[in-house]
């Protein structure tokens, strides 16, 4: 069999300074573990539009559909804030994500225990939180027809319109209950199936899907404004939530916040299984560019580093893996190493993003 193969995409800004981290990463599990990777690197963004004057080359586009998962670093950046909407660097994302048709977007919340205090909320509610926001991502009410600004008598009417098929209420079902059996083993569905029929369908259909095809996964429904409240009290109640395109824009932001800073935040954003059964994928932090700390050193790699431990866990079943990645990050936190946008106590002194990826490596070592 052929090793798994990875596109990394570096991009711009802070985005090649982490992903430099990640391949130390990636290179330990070769030399330490015997997982090899076949990995190829490429453009994107405004260095993608440097070169060849668009964001995404199509034979990048090529290359990110045969591979098992690509890895994202960043895109944009105040260089090319004045090009034309059709090749600002963000296009480039955008093309990946709809050729691919990305249409689950996972966003854990995950608290270390060292950076506990660094929530707005008490410690010991984000005290070893660990849940997973499923987001269906390529339909719902930011795509829904017919939408726009329209005369109606003597004024103006705004309409969007929430709209989801039995299909594709049916195929985030299925990410979710796919990706909790490789966690707690435990769904949550959120809509307002009190108030709108669009969330009646989604109930019926993703009990139906539980029901035929994952009755050994635990699954609850709620609905969304409960969910919100739920998240701030007790959030460690969830291990998957599933939800649609629009309330899982703003509930996960919000269950982010419970763990604290930007750089610590991983995302992954999943198609349908290819050929060999793995989904489409993509990896990337949920941060931007970052221009304001680019070529300084300061750059958090951790959000990166944890997107890749997604990918060991979520394309290439390598849970266990995963888990190690994030033991590591959980060790060096607990050593007390920051990068700047941990820094929250007297004293402490900042180390960089190289020193931060080889205290990881360090750690990975320790483990075996
Ligand atoms: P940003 O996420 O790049 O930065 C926001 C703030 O967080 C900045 O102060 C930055 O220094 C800090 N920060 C972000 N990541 C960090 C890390 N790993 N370590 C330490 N500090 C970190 O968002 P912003 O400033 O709104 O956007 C900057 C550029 O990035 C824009 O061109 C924007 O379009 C692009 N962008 C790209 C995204 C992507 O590629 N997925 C997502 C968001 C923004
Ligand atoms: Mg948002």
Redesign the pocket.
Known sequence: MSNPSLLILP?D??GPE?MTEVVKIIDWFGAKRGIAFDVSTDLV?GAAYDKHGTPLHDDTMARAQEVDAVL?G?????RYDDLDFSVK??RG?LRLRKEMDLFANLRPAQCFDALADFSSLKKDIVAGLDIMIVRELTSGVYFGEPRGIFKEGNERVGINTQRYTESEIDRIARAAFELARKRGNKVCSMEKANVMESGILWREVVQKVHDEDYADVELSHMYADNGAMQLVRAPKQFDVIVTDNLFGDVLSDCAAMLTGS??MLPSASLGAPMANGRPKAMY??????????TGQG????I?CILSFAMALRYSFDLGDEATRVEKAVEKVLADGLR???LLGHEGETPISTTEMGDAIVAALDASL
């Not at 960043?74 to 105040?78: L, Q, R, T, Y």
């Not at 990337?284 to 700390?293: C, K, L, T």
């Not at 300061?298 to 790699?301: E, L, S």
């Open positions: 991009g800004g802070i982490v963004g994202l960043a895109v944009g950046g105040p660097p963000e994302l930007l750089g990337e932090p949920v941060h931007g560019s970052a221009p304001d700390i300061k750059a958090n790699p959000a990068t700047a946008d």
